[in-house]
């Protein structure tokens, strides 16, 4: 191939990556200013609720705490009618202790003083602001639908981010201006090229990150990474288990919130012999005290009479997440997993997750999630502005260039991506038919797209 087919060759390259950029950027800029936004918000969790939930938290030391069934005895006094689904102690000595009840089909948690047992507040578990804000973040409060709706924006996401860096990537030596720093000083059109192109640069390797460690609370692609790391034999190990590991089809996600690498984790049952009666709440929390779980933990009553108590604890750092089975006739502790449990790749998915949530490093931690968010807006908003301003009049104003079938390399790597994240392959087929068998062969739509 001669020097200027390879120039050509090279240039329907560039068009056709800037075209599926620039598709890929129009039809997820809203899911990702909601990603970046709620994910801003979310990053703060631990100072948002400490003020919205101050009266509720805190309390005044006052000797020793009462046994945790006082607590529980006082909640139902006061909601007889209610069941009991779980208990958190609360890990420091001004902390109230928190009941999670089920009451007429609602879900509240009741807040205890641990020093009298006085009902301090009811809290319904749909008005609780964070826990909304996620649930936006991801599902967009829609369910399963808003979970894949958000799955494909994240993958899709990924996939901006390989095409723009391939737009970015100088293809010859040129100054360090409107490369590794945006050039203020040129006109308006080429400074929001350069806020949008070079700050995506600068954001590549975070926004990644964060795609990355999202997606495995996704329910498809999270799930089907979760049952890999299983089948494999790098999920949870047998060592975990007081003898055989247990065949059940009830994982631990069915019955608690639980770190990640625990979701998939079978459920063990508790020894239901004749005459036994459960064991009491304070008997729970003293054996989950004597095996040094991190304070933060909570435990989540049995649902059934072969059910078992679970311990669950989202600390802080990642070394310090634990999810225990305790049955509940005798005590015994049926699984212990913890961190140290983990097979690398499940240290790796738990610290990563943690970080994601701003958690891993403290404060630190949720300032550069906040300055990624934020770039993020950054990023959609310049590249809006842009299409907007170059856009014609009725017209959409994409870049023209040739058909993707028309160049392997890029099918190759969507193949590739697509084998990786099925929801894309899927996405990449409808796009594909949409472009090549309607919007090029409808004269009026062929118009407007091209």
């Not at 609720?49 to 000797?63: A, K």
């Not at 958190?88 to 001004?94: A, D």
């Amino acid at each position: 191939m001669d020097n200027k087919s390879k120039q050509k060759s090279s240039a329907n390259i560039y068009q056709i990556v800037w075209r599926w950029h620039f598709y890929a950027g129009i039809i997820f800029a809203p899911f990702l200013l909601i990603l970046a936004i709620t994910g801003a918000i979310y990053l703060f969790k631990p100072q948002i609720e400490g003020v919205l939930y101050e009266d509720y938290y805190n309390v005044i030391e006052q000797g020793e705490k009462l046994a945790p069934s006082e607590h529980i005895e006082s909640v139902l006094d006061q909601f007889p009618e209610a069941q009991i689904t779980s208990y958190r102690p609360g890990e420091e000595r001004t902390r109230s202790a928190e009941v999670k009840i089920s009451l007429n089909g609602e879900s509240y948690t009741i807040f205890v003083n641990p020093y009298t047992a006085d009902i301090i507040g009811k809290l319904n578990e749909k008005d609780r602001f964070i826990d909304r804000v996620e649930e936006f973040h991801g599902e967009l409060m829609i369910g399963t639908v808003g979970d894949r709706i958000v799955e494909l924006a994240a993958c899709w996401t990924l996939l901006l981010v390989i095409t723009g860096l391939y737009i970015w990537f100088p293809k010859t030596k040129k100054s360090p201006f409107g490369v590794i720093f945006p050039r203020f000083k040129k006109n308006k059109r080429i400074l929001f090229r350069d806020l949008h192109a070079v700050s995506g640069a600068w954001l590549s390797l975070a926004i990644i990150f964060l795609v990355i460690t999202g997606l495995l609370w996704s329910g498809f692609w999270g799930t089907k990474v979760q049952n890999l790391t299983t089948n494999a034999g790098i999920g949870y190990p047998p060592s975990i288990w007081v003898g055989s590991a247990p065949e059940s089809t009830i994982q631990t996600k069915d019955i608690a919130d639980v770190p990640w690498s625990a979701q998939t984790m079978p459920v063990p049952s508790s020894d239901q012999y004749g005459g036994f009666v459960p064991i009491s709440i304070d008997d729970v929390v003293r054996i989950t005290n004597d095996e040094n779980i991190y304070p933060t933990y909570e435990v989540i009553y049995p649902s059934s009479p072969e059910g078992v108590f679970t311990i669950s604890v989202f600390p802080p750092k990642a070394k310090d997440e634990a999810t225990l089975h305790i049955d509940q006739y005798t005590g015994a502790i049926l699984a212990d997993y913890r961190y140290e449990n983990y097979k690398p790749l499940g240290k790796l998915m738990a610290w990563g997750i943690t970080v994601h949530k701003g958690l891993e490093y403290g404060v630190m931690n949720q300032i550069i999630g906040l300055i990624v968010c934020m770039g993020i807006v950054l990023l959609v908003i310049s590249g809006l502005i842009m299409w907007w301003k170059r856009k014609p009049n009725n017209r959409l104003g994409a870049p023209t260039g040739p058909s993707i079938i028309t160049k392997k390399r890029v099918t190759i790597l969507l193949l590739l991506f697509s084998f990786v994240f099925p929801l894309v392959g899927l996405s990449v087929i409808f796009v594909f038919v949409l472009d090549w068998l309607i919007l090029r062969r409808i004269p009026r739509l062929k118009q407007f797209f091209y």
